[in-house]
């Protein structure tokens, strides 16, 4: 997996933007509603135990906190067969099934492990039509993963994300290929004056740069994020 960095030419010789226009807006915060469920380990509960579905031996339940603290769990549940290994690196097959939102999706994949590294590939897909392919690597205070969404035949999106941890702070880049363009975001995290999370952004698309941070809150029961730019003018998007 290959994923931009400094010395990129998509970084190289931009120009400054002072604000996204509102395709680009829809698109960073689609973005957002998936990396904001990976930004603190502490907001993603991850436990491993035996299944409770008929078939399969065992389950990994994930509840992950997005910026307003809403909480969301899935359940994979799965048969793991080791494949090979030497004493130092295991391969693996998987088998099984992951229901989100009442949707059950049937799950196929290989896992890799090797002392603090470990590579998983599987694709969970409701028919041959209709399917997610996910690659994860894990080492100490990195993971990377790269996302492909296929529906109708069609490949509708597909991205590479990076997440480097520190004891400070987090930061996430994604690279993105929807309909010929590559599009490049990074996040990071910080806190506002007055103590609440707040995202340092960054977007990189066709030779131009654009800055600014995200703020999420709720106006009411609705969710919203602020999206304010450097110029001091600020967008309002809400999740609803």
Known sequence: METSSDSDPTREN???????????????????????????????TVIERESELEGYTSAIEITASDLYGD????VIDYN???????????????EGVMSVNGTTYTVIGERETESDESELEFTAYLDRYNYVE???????????FAYKVVKDGNVVEEFELEIERSA????????????????????????????????????????????????ASKDGNREMRRYRYRNGTHRDVYCD
Do not use: M
């Not at 793991?80 to 998987?94: H, K, P, Q």
């Not at 690659?135 to 100490?140: A, H």
């Open 71 to 74: 909480a969301t769990t899935f």
């Open 134 to 144: 996910i690659e994860q690597s894990r080492e100490t205070g990195e993971e990377e």
């Open 168 to 215: 400070r702070k987090t930061e996430i880049e994604i690279e993105s290929f929807v309909n010929g363009q590559n599009l490049v975001i990074d996040f990071e995290t910080g806190e506002s004056a007055s103590g609440n999370k707040v995202l340092d952004c960054e977007v990189y698309d066709n030779g131009a740069v654009t800055r600014f941070t995200v703020h």
């Open 80 to 94: 793991e067969t080791i494949a090979d290994s030497d004493g130092v690196e295991t391969e693996s097959v998987i």
């Open 14 to 44: 931009v120009t400054e933007n002072d604000s996204l226009n509102e395709e680009q807006t829809l698109t960073v915060d689609h973005y957002l509603s998936i990396v904001d469920k990976l930004l603190n380990d502490s907001e993603i």
